[in-house]
């Protein structure tokens, strides 16, 4: 394997990590790209989802019972 960054390192340098798996996390870079690009808020993506959600038929069991 051919290194062309002999002394480069990828690694990150920081005086501060926020650990966010413990709240949520971020969300996904697709929501992210629409809430800029929509100029919309988080909390208008997760409103609009959600009626998404409830908005959809419910599958019908094949029992009746």
Same mark, same amino acid.
């Given at each position: 394997?051919?290194?062309?960054?002999?002394?480069?390192?990828? =690694?990150?340098? +920081? !005086?501060?990590?926020?650990?966010? *798996?413990?709240?949520?996390?971020?969300?996904?870079?697709?929501?992210?790209?629409?809430?800029?690009?929509?100029? =919309?808020?988080? +909390? !208008?993506?997760?409103?609009?989802? *959600?009626?998404?959600?409830?908005?959809?038929?419910?599958?019908?069991?094949?029992?009746?019972?």
């Amino acid at each position: 394997e051919e290194r062309d960054h002999q002394g480069f390192s990828r =690694k990150l340098k +920081a !005086d501060l990590f926020i650990d966010d *798996r413990n709240v949520g996390g971020i969300p996904d870079w697709g929501i992210i790209y629409e809430m800029i690009k929509e100029k =919309k808020t988080f +909390a !208008d993506i997760y409103s609009q989802q *959600r009626e998404e959600n409830t908005s959809q038929k419910k599958k019908r069991k094949w029992l009746p019972f």
